[in-house]
């Protein structure tokens, strides 16, 4: 299995436990995610080994988001977005000039195209950030798309900012 960490926090981002595709001519990584519910593991173990009723926790929110403990973070508004973004996409770009300096120029079209869209798309938007919660880390982009007559949340992640580890 591959675990996508972030480059500035180490935070565990994203896994191919999911299908993974590349979308924005390879920019960003995208999943498909799924709303699901899930319970607190320790506390259905304590319930078996006591046999005593209570209440067990649980969690509703999108798999791949839940997965890997990410926390929703908020912008105040389009203009706080924007800022975040140009900082991170120098900080990104620094990333792809170290590691594929051939697409540079690409890199910095695609920025730009995605941040148009994602700005149209602003208020339909929900962020998610690692669980450190560093405000110069990744932020992952949920958007809402209609599929198949289904409410689906499509999660985007930056390439450039993630690193691959092997488990």
């Not at 565990?12 to 498909?32: N, R």
């Not at 809402?144 to 450039?160: L, N, Q, R, V, W």
Request: hydrophobic fraction near 35%.
């Amino acid at each position: 299995m591959l675990v996508y960490h972030d480059y500035v926090t180490g935070d565990e981002i994203m896994t191919d436990s999911y299908k993974v595709t590349e979308d924005w001519d390879g920019l960003v990584y995208k999943i498909v995610g799924k709303y699901t519910t899930e319970s607190d593991a320790n506390a259905v173990a304590g319930i078996e080994a006591n046999e005593e009723e209570c209440e067990v926790a649980t969690t509703t929110g999108i798999n791949c988001i839940l997965a890997t403990r990410l926390q929703e973070t908020s912008f105040e508004d389009k203009k706080t977005f924007k800022r975040y973004f140009k900082d991170y996409a120098k900080a990104a770009l620094e990333k792809v000039k170290e590691k594929n300096p051939e697409k540079v120029d690409a890199f910095k079209k695609d920025c730009q195209d995605f941040m148009k869209k994602v700005i149209e798309h602003f208020n339909d938007l929900r962020f998610f950030q690692g669980e450190s919660f560093n405000p110069d880390s990744l932020v992952v982009l949920v958007i809402h798309e209609e599929i198949d007559g289904s409410d689906t949340p499509m999660c985007y992640y930056f390439k450039a900012g993630l690193y691959e580890e092997k488990q």
